[in-house]
């Protein structure tokens, strides 16, 4: 598998913007044309065999901490959402200033919490009524993996 950064973000906007994807990822009342890119992170491309697999953005929340969002392509989860995962989070890991990457994952989506434990994430807490999912308000795990948890699941 290949990871590298997409530095073009009308193809990061693209491909989040895609109806299976923004399904998935999307609040309710969420227009994939408003989706904003800023400049406060990064994104990667997963590709095997000059397929593309999924993106995977890391925004930076303040100077020492990430926030990821794998964006894998339901077709190629099964296959290769750990290993594309976990090379996002080494590449993440692999800049000297990044100490801690968190994920928030609402919980209508449960099997995604699990695969974040599975991955080497932990529970930090639960941020309340906070995800507008088909009319319902989900709370949401509040995870994260500091560089002390990635190096000794290494």
């Known amino acids: ?13 693209q491909f989040i913007s895609e109806p299976s994807m923004w399904d998935q990822i999307a609040q309710d009342n969420q227009d994939p044309d408003n989706f904003g890119l800023d400049d406060t992170g990064f994104w990667l491309k997963a590709t095997e065999d000059n397929e593309l697999i999924g993106m995977l953005g890391f925004y930076q929340l303040q100077g020492i901490k990430v ?5 894998i392509i339901k077709k190629h989860r099964k296959e290769h959402a750990i ?3 976990n090379k996002a989070i080494d ?4 800049i000297e200033t990044i100490k801690k990457v968190n994920v928030i994952i609402p919980f209508s989506h449960e099997n995604v919490h699990e ?6 994430f932990q529970d930090e807490g639960v941020n309340k009524q906070s995800f507008l999912k088909n009319g319902i308000i989900y709370n949401q795990w509040y995870m994260g993996m500091t560089r002390g948890d990635y190096e000794r699941r290494s």
């Open 1 to 13: 598998m290949i990871l590298e950064p997409v530095l073009d973000s009308q193809e990061i906007k």
């Open 67 to 71: 926030e990821f969002h794998p964006c």
């Open 83 to 85: 290993e594309a995962i």
């Open 91 to 94: 590449y993440a890991f692999d």
């Open 115 to 120: 695969f974040a434990l599975k991955v080497g």
